[in-house]
């Protein structure tokens, strides 16, 4: 119903059905960052894309830098459209961005609510993709010999952080958002 627990971006907005809108006319939609950091959590929301969508989940971020290699960055995509024909295995929906590829396949058709879980403890990200896990992975591991993109992620290191939405000029919505702190 509010924004009060995120730090400020004019890029999202709560619409009149009460869902977070990530206005598609901002300079590549900004970064939505919670005001709390969180080090190991259970991250749970649902989002509806709209055609060539691209966002985000932040983890562990700092507030500035790109959050891709300052921090992980779990992709948000409509990895379906013909804009991102050519992408690598790294870049799809679910995936953490250069690092780990997610399993395809679990995407509801655009314009339909999809939920997605991310369970964040110690090394170890697993997402969850509408009852169906397409990452589970241990970063350290998964990075021991460098990185699918072949570029540093030294945010791969960092323990704790903000949780954020990171916007990429598309119109995307979410909503039912809830994180929970592991101890």
Known sequence: TNLDKWTENQAYV???????????????????????????????????????????????????????????EIQVLDDGADVYKDLKQYQYHGSIYGVVPAKKGHLKPVGEWNSEEIVVKGNRIKVTLNGAVIVDADIAEASKNGTLDGKQHPGLKR???????????????FKDIRVKKLK
């Open 159 to 173: 323990t704790s952080g903000h949780i954020g939405f990171l916007g990429h000029g598309t119109e995307v919505f």
């Open 14 to 72: 709560i619409n009149d059905e009460g869902y977070i809108w990530v206005y598609p006319n901002a300079k590549f939609g900004g970064n939505l960052y919670t005001k709390e950091e969180y080090a190991d959590f259970i991250y749970r929301f649902d989002f509806k894309l709209t055609p060539g969508a691209n966002n985000g989940v932040g983890i562990r971020a700092p507030l500035e830098g790109d959050a891709a290699y300052e921090a992980m």
